[in-house]
């Protein structure tokens, strides 16, 4: 079955570029036409980063638009975030998934702190 | 942007009893509404799809239902591996919305 892993720095600095690249195995990235990103603060909810289709383009969270980009690279069968100008608020776990109207699966996530 | 509000924000329950968490949007999002189990530091598991859609491999005592506006996952004679936080997230419109999550604690 198809499987997600997050990679990427954990620690970033402040006005830095977060960059994650979310590795696809057990099938391919075209198998499904959708695929998001999502981030879960410690200890708190969960928020919606954004989609990419397979064709078309993607969609962001109006909270973070201007500084997001979500891009696949099917070649590498896999997907990849960047958030720029980043803060202490975009410390939080970060999470690849497949959309099938419900998100599913979900990479194990990946920790990054935004600090000095 | 679609407000998710859950009900009850935490409960304590004990083994076999039913469990009814509750979801409410601030407007209609048809069936697009999706119910996550998310166990201490794990990823959330999908559990229910549009609304009614039990999810492969999720056990039975796991429902869903509801449309438009109000949404209720309940959980049939609880067990104590279904200690977790609850979430609710519409894909009806973007930006997508997750609730705010309800802790079940097993007693």
């Known amino acids: 079955q198809v499987q997600l892993q997050e990679s990427g720095p954990r620690l970033v600095k402040p006005s830095g570029t977060l960059s994650l690249t979310c590795a696809v195995s057990?099938?391919?990235?075209?198998?499904?036409?959708?695929w998001s990103w999502v981030r879960q603060p410690p200890g708190k909810g969960v928020e919606w980063i954004g989609e990419?289709?397979?064709?078309?383009?993607?969609n962001y969270n109006p909270s973070l638009k201007s500084r997001v980009t979500i891009s696949v690279d099917k070649s590498k069968n896999q997907l990849s975030l960047k958030v720029t100008s980043v803060t202490a608020a975009d410390t939080a776990m970060y999470y690849c998934?497949?959309?099938?109207?419900?998100?599913?699966?979900w990479g194990q996530g990946t920790l990054v702190t935004v600090s000095s | 942007e679609i407000v998710l509000t859950q009900s009850p924000d935490f409960q304590s329950v004990t083994p076999k009893e039913k469990v009814t968490i509750t979801c409410r949007a601030s407007?209609?999002?048809?069936?697009?509404l999706h119910w996550y189990q998310q166990k201490p530091d794990q990823s959330p598991k999908l559990l229910i799809k549009?609304?009614?859609q039990s999810f492969s491999g999720v056990p039975s005592r796991f429902s869903g239902s509801g449309s438009g506006t109000d949404f209720t996952l309940t959980i049939n004679s609880l067990e104590a591996e279904d200690a977790a936080t609850y979430y609710c997230?519409?894909?009806?419109?973007?930006?997508?919305?997750f609730g705010q999550g309800t802790k079940l604690e097993i007693k």
């Open positions: 998934v497949r959309d099938l109207g419900g998100y599913d699966p």
């Open positions: 057990g099938g391919s990235i075209s198998s499904s036409n959708w």
């Open positions: 990419i289709p397979q064709t078309g383009s993607p």
């Open positions: 407007q209609s999002i048809g069936s697009s």
């Open positions: 549009y609304a009614s």
């Open positions: 997230h519409q894909s009806n419109s973007l930006p997508h919305t």
